[in-house]
Structures are given as C-alpha cells and as structure tokens.
C-alpha cells in the first residue's frame, strides 16, 4: 500500500456511519406513517411547492415536479444515505485499501434496506411494497456511492503520484 497523506479516523468513521443510521431511523419514521398520514404529508408539501415555486416556474414544470414528487423524495432520501454510507466507507477503505470493495458494501447496504423498507411499508395500513421505489432507491443511492467512489479514488491517485 502506497503513502497516504490522510489516514484513516475513527472520529469521521462514526460520524458518517451515525449519519447513515440517522437517515435510516427517518426512512423508517417515515415509512411507519399510514397511507392516510403520508398523503397528508405528501399534500402539505405538495401545496407548499406549489405557493413557493409558482411564481418563478412553468405550470408545465411545476406539474411535473408534482406529479413525480413521491419518486424525488424516495431518490433524495437514498441518495442522502448512500452518500453518508459510502464516506463512511472511504473512511474505513483507508484502513483496507479496499477502496471500491467498501464502496460496493455500502450500495450493497443501501438497496438491502431499501427492500426492508417495502417489505416494512407492506405491514402499513394503506401503504403497499412496490418493486420500482426499491429500484428508485437503489438508484439514488447509486448516484451518490458512485459520486464518492470517484472522487476517493481520484483524490487517492493523486496523493500517490505526489509520492512516485
């Protein structure tokens, strides 16, 4: 393993990976919410958006944001997670040198519970599993890894060829 000029930190490692379960106890708060009390969510935001984005947005745009608000939340959340979740993984991958191997674990963490979190929402009343939000949250949960990944192992080419 090459010369690092940052290594690894158990203080930014617990603080990405309480990040992440931070975000999981929300996922969690939010997919407990009955189909009656995420509706009314759904509607207050909805409404919100509507007052705020009216006037500097096409009806069209605004529409369309609207129509697919739920789908951005569920991309939003996971990408929040999956960003947590693969900084905390870069942390450790300073301790492995296993750099896309902890990344990949914490995608890998991200769609597991994903599908926990459909398999949980179908024991809601009026809520139901659905297969294309696991796919969704996989998704942004695979933006924001694969955001960290690149830049983790950029950044770490660079320190190294500083270092030949």
Not at 100 to 106: A, D, E, K, N, P
Not at 116 to 129: K, L, P, V
């Amino acid at each position: 393993m090459k010369p690092n000029n940052r290594s690894f930190s158990a203080v930014r490692f617990a603080v990405f990976l309480t990040l992440s379960v931070t975000v999981m106890a929300v996922i969690f708060v939010f997919s407990a919410q009955n189909g009656e009390q995420s509706s009314a969510a759904s509607g207050f935001v909805s409404n919100f958006l509507r007052r705020v984005l009216s006037p500097v947005m096409p009806d069209e745009a605004l529409d369309f944001v609207l129509k697919y608000m739920r789908k951005i939340a569920h991309i939003s959340i996971y990408f929040l997670l999956g960003l947590f979740a693969a900084l905390s993984a870069s942390e450790l991958s300073r301790k492995t040198g296993r750099l896309f191997l902890c990344v990949f674990i914490s995608w890998t963490v991200c769609m597991l519970y994903a599908v926990s979190d459909e398999f949980h929402q179908s024991f809601t009343a009026g809520r139901e599993a659905s297969f294309r939000d696991v796919l969704i949250d996989s998704a942004g949960a695979l933006i924001s890894v694969s955001l960290i990944g690149i830049i983790s192992f950029i950044k770490r080419k660079r320190v190294t060829k500083a270092w030949t």
